[in-house]
């Protein structure tokens, strides 16, 4: 059979056809006010087909309005572009960061890199967000089984300059104190290296980072349990625990990939970040302090009504990894919002005055 007979095959057995991806959703329109009544902010994304933009969006459409912002939804390559852009471009104020690549700044400016260190240094984070979960997928007779078994095998990182790319290498240095061997790496798509998986074997895992459920995934017949599967991540092995100064537990659930998962998965996964810069000027903290109190306000609206990856949000700030710092005016206001404040906060925002005062509104 020919390679390229071979390459549909294996399209057809696991996948199925895809669907073309749709035209990506138009910005939210900026809300209707005068420049000098409104701050006049931008917030970094990603793609304009990913997921960072949709809730850039979702914060424009149901925060900034009640904070006196008019905030502008920019797409770009990605967390690396990001700061980037949060660091030296007019009007940004805010960012999408993967966790991972925040990391890597912090690290690199540990080493001595002066660029680095003058770009992450005074980045501070808002609030984590949601995880974006990694997977490992190796052909279904390979004797690995979990991702700490994966130090000499044949890797595909994702293309260069990707997100996967920077979480696929540091995850792999994290683990194993080294960078995968020049000889052992490849940077094809994920399409193409599963089909080099399968087909001429000079693939042995190939790393996948989307949050479940993942449409690469979701779209695979369950024959394709008998040509891949994907291995476990133990946080209790040496190499797992390295792993998790940077990275997140979390749990591949059976149900996103009834196809290829019996039960749920242990895994690992990187955590967006919403990032800003560490404002002194007081007009631009009184700003953002009025954008968190309108964060916790809004919330449960954006929970119920934003993209489904903000229920995975909690307002609770947990401990931040190394070298890490919370932006303070943010902090303090967030770090005071619980969900019955903002359910609280919401309900009486509603309420008139003689409602209030007549303990009507609960």
Known sequence: MSRRSLAALLFVVMWGLLAAPSLAAQTHPRAAASA????????????????????????????????????????????????????????????????????????????????ARTKIRPLRVIMPLYNEEIYFIARSDSPLNFVHEIKDAKINVGPLRSGTAMSATTIYRQMFGATIPEGKISYNTNEEALVKLIGDKTIDVVVVVAGQPAKLLVDMKPEARQLVKLLKFDPNDPAG??????????????????????????????KAFLVTYDYKVASTS?????????????????????????????????????????????????????????????????????????????
């Open 36 to 115: 000098g009544s409104r701050a006049q902010y931008k917030i970094v994304t990603a793609s304009e087909r990913g997921t960072y933009i949709q809730i850039g969006r979702d914060i424009a459409k149901f925060v900034t309005p009640d904070a006196n912002i008019d905030m502008q939804v920019l797409p770009s390559a990605g967390s690396s572009e990001n700061v980037e852009r949060l660091r030296y471009e007019q009007g940004v104020k805010f960012a999408m960061v993967q966790s991972d690549v925040y990391q890597a700044f912090l690290d690199l400016a540990k080493g001595g890199n002066t660029d």
């Open 241 to 270: 625990k390295a792993a998790l100064k940077t990275y997140f537990p979390a749990t591949v659930r059976a149900s996103s990939y009834p196809s290829l998962l019996d039960g749920d998965l242990s895994a690992v996964a990187v």
């Open 286 to 362: 009184v700003h953002l302090s009025a954008f968190a109190r309108s964060l916790c306000q809004n919330f449960p609206q954006l929970q119920a009504q934003g993209h489904p990856k903000w229920r995975e949000v909690d307002l609770r700030l947990p401990e931040l990894g190394r070298g890490w710092s919370y932006y303070p005016v943010t902090e303090r206001v967030l770090r005071n919002c619980t969900p019955d404040t903002a359910i609280k906060a919401k309900t009486a925002a509603a309420c008139t005055q003689q409602e209030r005062i007549l303990g009507l509104c609960k």
